[in-house]
T-cell receptor
Framework: DGGITQSPKYLFRKEGQNVTLSCEQNLNHDAMYWYRQDPGQGLRLIYYSQIVNDFQKGDIAEGYSVSREKKESFPLTVTSAQKNPTAFYLC???????????????FGDGTRLSIL | AQSVTQLDSHVSVSEGTPVLLRCNYSSSYSPSLFWYVQHPNKGLQLLLKYTSAATLVKGINGFEAEFKKSETSFHLTKPSAHMSDAAEYFCVVSAGNQGGKLIFGQGTELSVKP
């Protein structure tokens, strides 16, 4: 989706290191999401934010942190507490209103994180 | 609680033959349902969505899906597979009154043989 930019495309983490994945959107969407994708497990929700300066834990938040200081940006930090960080990370947005579940999410092209 | 089950982890078809990817859902609300496609190392692209209008939903690239409430199913079909259809497909249900939150199926990998 051209309106959501994830960077970098590939990222390598050393032992004990924190790394930050970037997600920027120009769709003017209020809600943003971070998912982790592992082979054969579909997508699992890490964190989400429905408005600036507010965010909630998803199903697998341990070892991750986020911030939402601007509407356009929702960076994800993978901390050293996340012992198995190797995965494909996807950022998504949703712009149809906080309680409107009829509209789809829009996805970025992902960041693949590996351990060195 | 909402959930979704994709009945096949892998489907293989020959080019030019029909495609059927099966999905069952569980929802305590009137659900919104989506099918997404993912090509390798890419994000998810929306194929189609059902939001309580017509039960037969047409999407992009010739795909369509039929919502059957009595069977709690939302199977994805295409009359004739193309090589470019080879990808992973996800059936997704909205999480009810939690705004845009989604519940994803495990995915079905579609292979297309020449």
């Amino acid at each position: 989706d051209g309106g959501i930019t994830q960077s970098p495309k590939y990222l390598f983490r050393k032992e004990g290191q924190n790394v930050t994945l970037s997600c920027e959107q120009n769709l003017n969407h209020d809600a943003m999401y971070w998912y982790r994708q592992d082979p054969g497990q579909g997508l699992r929700l890490i964190y989400y934010s429905q408005i600036v300066n507010d965010f909630q834990k998803g199903d697998i938040a341990e070892g991750y942190s986020v911030s939402r200081e601007k509407k356009e940006s929702f960076p994800l930090t993978v901390t050293s507490a996340q012992k198995n960080p190797t995965a494909f990370y996807l950022c998504a947005t949703h712009g149809a209103g906080t309680w409107n579940s009829n509209q789809p999410q829009h996805f970025g092209d992902g960041t693949r994180l590996s351990i060195l | 609680a909402q959930s979704v089950t994709q009945l096949d982890s892998h489907v293989s078809v020959s080019e030019g033959t029909p495609v059927l990817l099966r999905c069952n859902y569980s929802s305590s609300y009137s659900p919104s349902l989506f099918w997404y496609v993912q090509h390798p190392n890419k994000g998810l692209q929306l194929l189609l969505k059902y939001t309580s209008a017509a039960t037969l939903v047409k999407g992009i690239n010739g795909f369509e899906a039929e919502f059957k409430k009595s069977e709690t199913s939302f199977h994805l079909t295409k009359p004739s597979a193309h090589m470019s259809d080879a990808a992973e497909y996800f059936c997704v249900v909205s999480a009810g009154n939690q705004g845009g939150k989604l519940i994803f199926g495990q995915g079905t990998e579609l292979s297309v043989k020449p």
